[in-house]
């Protein structure tokens, strides 16, 4: 079952974020296999950390909860919330199959939260800046919750027009940027 993770900083917790890097890696390196697609959301000017995306494969419910909750950033403090949910990898690949690499152009994460009848359930057809898209799920898989997008974009703006507007209750695009070891 794939999941979508997004932890949100607590205000002020820039420095043990930083403390706590290489305890994050080292615990992310035990989820590679199943990773889809890590990094962190950033601050407009791309130098400060707002919080850390995730997307992996694991095999239940019991197991993202864990993975989201066990989490050293989470447990230390670093976190003010955390969004946790079921997701469909409508691309089919990984983050490291972006034709795009990691550099060139502006990332965003661009979240859209929802309810009843499901919107944007199939990939755009302008599908080339896509990083990772799919619908957000509740826990059975059975309703729709929204639709998560990483995307390469010119600016926030272009980036939103990945979702259809209307059909959410509002839609949040942050600066975003490939994850991992470097």
């Given amino acids: 079952m794939e999941f979508f993770c997004y932890h949100r900083d607590r205000p002020g917790s820039a420095a043990l974020r930083d403390e706590l ?6 615990y992310m390196d035990g989820y590679a296999a199943g990773m ?3 990094g962190p959301t950033l601050t407009d000017d791309g130098e400060t950390a707002t919080g850390s995306v995730h997307i992996v494969d694991l095999p239940g419910a019991a197991e993202a909860r864990a993975f989201a909750f066990d989490e050293p950033n989470y447990q230390a403090g670093v976190y003010r ?4 949910r079921r997701w469909r990898n ?5 983050m490291w199959d972006f034709s795009g690499g990691r550099s060139g152009g502006r ?5 859209g939260l929802g309810a009843g009848p499901g919107a944007d359930l199939a990939v ?19 309703a729709w919750l929204g639709t998560v997008a990483l995307v390469r974009a010119v600016d926030p703006d272009q980036a939103r027009t990945v979702l259809t507007a209307d059909r959410y209750a509002g ?5 975003w940027a490939f994850g991992g070891r470097p």
């Fill in 21 to 26: 890097l290489p305890e994050h890696w080292s």
């Fill in 90 to 94: 409508l691309l089919g690949r990984t």
């Fill in 171 to 175: 839609i949040e695009v942050h600066n």
């Fill in 124 to 142: 755009p057809a302008a599908a080339e800046d896509l990083i990772a898209y799919g619908p957000l799920l509740s826990d059975d898989g059975a």
């Fill in 36 to 38: 889809i697609a890590r």
């Fill in 81 to 84: 919330d955390v969004l946790l």
């Fill in 107 to 111: 990332r965003y994460l661009v979240l």
